[in-house]
């Protein structure tokens, strides 16, 4: 098979292989060749461990194969509906009943203090009835409660910038089945605080 690039972003090449995807961290010039070197493969490492902890709350792509040296991480290639995509052409009902599992799946994550880091529609997937969660390359674990509502907050963005239309009622629908998380009072109080922050930096 060839590889084709299907996606590339600052940090990395994202790749399609047969029924596999690839994730292959790119190097940076600006870098020490070995300090390079080693921040890649760091890197690598960290955002695989973070899959297969995230892989044991939530649905996403069977990883098959880590591989520092090459600094790349193989996964299943999920044929679905990417979110940011195909949300808005599903009937009302449909699109509030996906976000209630979205919402359900932030909360497992957090619970399990995964923060997403890049928590948007782009990087869900809807196949057979679940939603799949990709790409955690800016993710970290953190029980901080800080981190938990700035993972809602860009989520939050995500769906006005992207799904306008209904996105104060999507948004409801997945802070409900977010209420599942042990830390749910304390994560949505924070929430407030920092979306006053935004709206205070937007004002100034």
Request: proline fraction near 1%; glycine fraction near 6%.
């Amino acid at each position: 098979m060839t590889e084709k690039i299907i996606q590339q972003g600052a940090e990395a090449f994202i790749l399609l292989d047969g029924n596999k995807v690839i994730k292959r961290r790119i190097k940076k010039s600006y870098r020490l060749a070995d300090l390079d070197e080693e921040i890649r493969k760091l890197r690598t490492r960290s955002e695989a461990k973070l899959l297969l902890k995230a892989s044991k709350v939530v649905d996403i792509p069977e990883i098959k194969n880590v591989n520092e040296e090459d600094k790349q991480i193989s996964m299943d290639f999920i044929e679905g509906k990417r979110l940011s995509d195909y949300l808005d052409f599903f009937p009302l009902k449909e699109q509030k009943k996906i976000c209630r599992i979205i919402g359900e799946n932030t909360a497992r994550l957090h619970d399990a203090d995964i923060i997403h880091g890049d928590l948007t529609t782009s990087n869900m997937i809807l196949k057979g009835g679940k939603v799949f969660f990709i790409d955690f390359g800016l993710g970290f674990g953190s029980h901080k409660i800080e981190d938990k509502a700035v993972d809602l907050h860009l989520l939050r963005q995500a769906l006005e910038a992207k799904h306008f239309k209904h996105w104060k009622e999507l948004f409801n629908e997945i802070s409900k089945r977010y209420s599942i998380s042990k830390n749910y009072k304390l994560v949505l109080k924070q929430l407030e605080k920092v979306e006053k922050r935004g709206r205070y930096k937007e004002k100034y």
